[in-house]
């Protein structure tokens, strides 16, 4: 084994293992699934096509498309047990929390979904088509409405607004937010995602491993900033406050939500397009103040810090538009990202390896043992 002692802090720039699924261009801003650009594919694909794409490597024919569908469709249902232990969820937790919980618990009822190896790509298919519904089941209950129905005539990102708002999507809401599902697919071994195959590389099972990585998505750094870029639009107000309130956030080396990457080093190809989703929104919806701030603050922070937008800052001005509260911003996220961490998880089952990097110790040695009599 190589002998090195050079801590490389957060992973920066450590190859861990090799991979198919996703490949990221830090520098010339490109992304790809399985060798397809991220822009092809959110020009004239939809999120169902991108996901049997990441699980089997392939794009799929229009018949193996409409049996995915048909299966994810029939996949949305609760178990009815299952569904007794949401409803006792508190509705004050944070909805990350419950979907957390719920992935978890779930598992307790589908032993034969979570069990890990090639058969996983069943457990796979299961949790992107059911996660919309522990996610809109809660919401609808903490706002006084029935469960969703399952709802087979809509598209994967047609039923999330349905099961989330209950109310019927406008064709330019479901484009958008199977524009925004694509484009939150994968990621290669971002935070989230790495969890997972850390716990798939033991061979434990798939619910566990995506649990690990519900846990892991919440965090502000990571999934969880596009509930802050809402919170910093808020306080703005409105985009002749943009530069004072930014500049001032900076001066005390607060990190604006949404800016920065750790792999980008120029513009986040898929903030490039929920920039224009944002306009767009905007404009159909007759309110662009959201798109105005987020434009003026992009200014600022560039000529400050040099930095560029990442995928958080442009989709919660278009989750809002659409009506989603903020705490279910990181929800949709995670609804989308199941694609990328399952296929992640399928591709760790193959090609198993203990995932179990080393430290630099830096602590004290050979420290003589006093018993407890002889301590002051
Ligand atoms: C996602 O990994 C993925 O692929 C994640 C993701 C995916 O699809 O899975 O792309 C999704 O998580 C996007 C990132 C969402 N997070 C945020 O928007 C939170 C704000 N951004 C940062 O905290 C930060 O940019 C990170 C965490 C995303 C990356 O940080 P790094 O690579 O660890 O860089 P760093 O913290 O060492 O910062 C380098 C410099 C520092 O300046 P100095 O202290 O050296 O002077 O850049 C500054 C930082 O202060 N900096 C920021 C900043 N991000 C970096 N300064 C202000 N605001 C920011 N957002």
Redesign the pocket.
């Known amino acids: 084994m190589a002998e090195t002692t050079e801590v490389q802090r957060?992973l920066?720039d450590v190859v861990a293992l090799e991979s198919r699924i996703c490949f990221?261009d830090g520098k010339q801003g490109r992304l790809l699934y399985q060798g397809y650009d991220i822009r092809d594919l959110a020009k004239g694909a939809t999120f169902e096509e991108v996901a049997y794409l990441l699980w089997y490597g392939r794009l799929p024919n229009a018949a193996q498309l409409a049996e995915l569908r048909v299966r994810l469709a029939g996949l949305r249902t609760l178990p009815a047990p299952f569904a007794e232990r949401l409803a006792a969820f508190p509705v004050s937790a944070h909805p990350m929390d419950v979907l957390r919980c719920a992935v978890s618990e779930l598992a307790l009822f589908e032993p034969d979904e979570t069990r890990p190896g090639p058969s996983s790509i069943g457990g796979a298919q299961r949790l992107a088509a059911v996660i919309p519904t522990i996610v809109g089941t809660f919401h609808r209950r903490r706002m006084g409405r029935a469960p969703p129905d399952p709802r087979p005539d809509l598209s994967a990102a047609g039923y999330l607004l349905y099961a989330l708002l209950d109310r019927e999507p406008t064709e330019l809401e479901s484009r958008c937010l199977d524009v925004a599902l694509i484009l939150?697919a994968?990621?290669?071994?971002?935070?989230?995602?790495f969890a997972a195959r850390v716990t798939a590389s033991t061979l434990s099972d798939l619910y566990s491993a995506i649990t690990s990585a519900v846990g892991t998505?919440k965090g502000?750094?990571?999934?969880?900033?596009?509930e802050?870029?809402m919170e910093l639009l808020a306080a703005i107000g409105s985009p002749d406050r943009a530069e004072a309130a930014v500049k001032e956030?900076?001066a005390k080396?607060?990190?604006?939500?949404?800016?920065?990457?750790?792999?980008?080093k120029v513009e986040?190809p898929?903030a490039t397009i929920l920039r224009d989703w944002s306009r767009r929104m905007g404009e159909t919806k007759g309110d662009l103040h959201y798109f105005e701030i987020l434009r003026a603050v992009e200014e600022v922070?560039h000529r400050e810090?040099g930095?560029y937008p990442?995928?958080?800052?442009y989709s919660g001005s278009v989750y809002t538009l659409m009506g989603f509260p903020p705490d279910l911003f990181t929800p949709i996220?995670a609804a989308s990202?199941v694609a990328g961490w399952t296929a992640h998880v399928l591709e760790e089952y193959d090609d198993l390896r203990l995932i179990r990097p080393t430290a630099k110790y830096v602590g004290a040695v050979d420290l003589a043992y006093t018993p407890i009599g002889g301590r002051p």
């Not at 994968?186 to 995602?193: M, Q, R």
């Not at 080396?253 to 980008?264: A, K, N, P, S, T």
């Not at 990442?310 to 800052?313: C, K, P, S």
């Open positions: 957060g920066e990221i939150h994968d990621h290669e071994l971002n935070a989230s995602t998505l502000p750094l990571h999934g969880g900033a596009n802050r870029v956030r900076l080396h607060e990190r604006i939500m949404g800016f920065g990457h750790r792999v980008y986040d898929r922070v810090k930095l990442n995928v958080d800052l996220f990202r």
